[in-house]
């Protein structure tokens, strides 16, 4: 139903320039503050049904029939910023569990990237301990071959499939080395090795990563974003945040998925919030 | 952002105490340890790469690597040594757990209101540690401690202070649906 704000016409006096207007009140005010088109100046209206001039303020006199203005009406709430903020607070949970479970995270989400065809580029830089260059080099990485040569100890590898790959790198009189790198989809993966003089083999884990603690911050995102939906306040708080929940990733990037469906919502049903500027306020 | 009030401040300082206590403790535990006796504890996350060391160590200090253990690299050239041992976290881990505590101190003391405002400043806290981190990983540079320190304070802190709002928005919402349904 449309709401419906009755408002009464009536006629003042500016108590400045004596200029004689028209003004609309709503029914039952009993002061109003007016402002006189022909000097601007700023001046109380004292309804009243005895209508005299007082030191308060201007006398207004009812003028012609009442008559009814007719505002669109809120819309309606749903559930939708509801849905949205559990989604949030799942996120919430799963950005949490990544945060602890980090390594097992890398591992899922690269190989359903590499499911998908995604394909990386790596570049391996090989000189001794003292930057000179290793003749007679092998260069291999996993599920791919040999890598090209191209020049000043550089070695790199197109279309590398994304994850956790180990590079094995063998040469006469140098210990073997066997590297794990993270291969990414977008930038090359760059590492720098350096060779050791001697026989034997060093495996050295992938440990590029940092620390996992760093991945709380997202998951607070979501959960801010998951109380304004949830209140129904600040459309661009809740969006913003959803946006940047995205990056809580999550086993098989079910977190992303999940802040980009609430941020779907939130989006849809942002005449639901009350903020005052992509809400509705009457 | 205005006072608290002090009776509000309680519940505030129920989750800031633990937090100052932890960090606390993570200065403490390498001064409780013998002198030169941790000296390398680099692997990767979300393994216990130490485990040995660790279990060795006497309780509470074992809980406390044991946990840095998992959570945190532990690289020994990003940590930092105090008695001649290295911290249960590295420098960036340490900065952030400290800077969530100021943040909830912070929150002891003061009201934020969940706006877009204050999403604003939390986003611009985490701009530094992002490019940091980001280039880092990349390997477009190697960052130092110092920054390292500077990245993860700042963003702990806001981290703090968005937990503190968290808890008050929760907090209200449970009021005001308790008053209604009186």
């Known amino acids: 139903m449309p709401a419906v704000v009755n408002l009464i016409k009536g006629r003042t006096k500016c108590p400045k320039c004596r200029h004689e207007f028209v003004l609309d009140i709503s029914d039952g005010e009993k002061r109003h503050e007016a402002v006189c088109p022909n000097c601007n100046n700023k001046f109380s209206v004292i309804v009243s049904d005895s209508p005299t001039e007082t030191e308060e303020g201007s006398f207004w006199v009812e003028h012609g029939e009442p008559r009814k203005t007719i505002l669109s009406s809120r819309k309606q709430k749903t559930r939708k910023p509801k849905i949205a903020a559990v989604l949030l607070i799942c996120v919430f949970v799963i950005g949490l569990s990544t945060a602890v479970y ?7 989400s690269t190989y359903v990237t590499s499911f998908l065809g995604v ?52 040469a006469p009189g140098y210990v073997n080395i066997t590297q794990e790198i993270l291969v990414t989809p977008f930038f090359t993966s760059y590492q720098d090795i350096k060779m050791e003089k001697g026989v034997g083999s060093e495996t ?54 999940l802040s980009i469906i609430a941020f779907v919502i939130i989006f849809k049903s942002k005449e639901e919030f009350d903020d005052g500027k992509k809400g509705k306020v009457f | 952002m205005e006072r608290r009030e002090r009776s509000s401040s309680i519940i505030m300082l129920v989750f800031f105490i633990p937090l100052i206590i ?11 340890l013998p002198a030169n006796s941790v000296d390398d504890l680099s692997g990767v996350t979300g393994i216990s790469d130490n485990k040995e060391i660790i279990d060795s160590m006497p309780a509470p200090w074992n809980t406390v690597y044991s ?77 130092t401690n110092l920054i390292r320190v500077i990245t993860g304070i700042i963003v702990g802190i806001v981290c703090g202070v968005a937990i503190g709002v968290i808890i008050d928005e929760i907090k209200e919402m449970i009021y005001s649906k308790k008053t209604q349904s009186n």
């Not at chain 1, 590029?208 to 995102?221: D, V």
């Not at chain 1, 929940?245 to 098989?252: E, K, L, P, T, V």
């Not at chain 2, 101190?105 to 530094?128: C, H, Q, R």
Request: glycine share 8%; charged share 15%.
């Open chain 1, 102 to 108: 980090f390594e097992i995270f890398i591992e899922s």
């Open chain 1, 119 to 170: 394909k990386g580029t790596v570049d391996i830089h090989v000189t001794d301990k003292s930057n000179n260059s290793v003749y007679n080099l092998t260069v291999e990485i996993e599920d791919f071959g040999n890598l090209k040569k191209t020049g000043n100890g550089s070695y790199v590898a197109n279309n590398v499939e994304v994850g956790i790959k180990e590079i094995k790198i063998h």
């Open chain 1, 204 to 257: 050295n884990s992938f440990d590029l990563t940092g620390c996992t603690f760093i991945l709380i911050i997202f998951p607070i995102f979501a959960l801010l974003a998951a109380i304004a939906s949830f209140k129904r306040v600040h459309f661009d708080a809740a969006a913003i945040c959803s946006i940047i929940s995205i990056f809580a990733f999550g086993f098989f990037m079910v977190g992303s998925i």
């Open chain 2, 22 to 32: 932890w960090s606390i403790i993570q200065f403490i535990a390498p001064l409780a």
């Open chain 2, 67 to 143: 946990i840095g253990d998992s959570l945190c690299h532990e690289k020994a050239e990003r940590s930092f040594f105090i008695n001649g041992n290295q911290m249960p976290f590295c420098s960036r881990c340490t900065a952030i757990w400290l800077g969530l505590a100021i943040g909830l101190g912070f929150m002891v003391f003061y009201k934020i209101k969940l706006d877009e405002k204050f999403v604003f400043v939390l986003i611009a806290g985490i701009v530094p540690i992002g490019i940091d981190g980001v280039g880092q990983l990349f390997g477009l540079w190697e960052s």
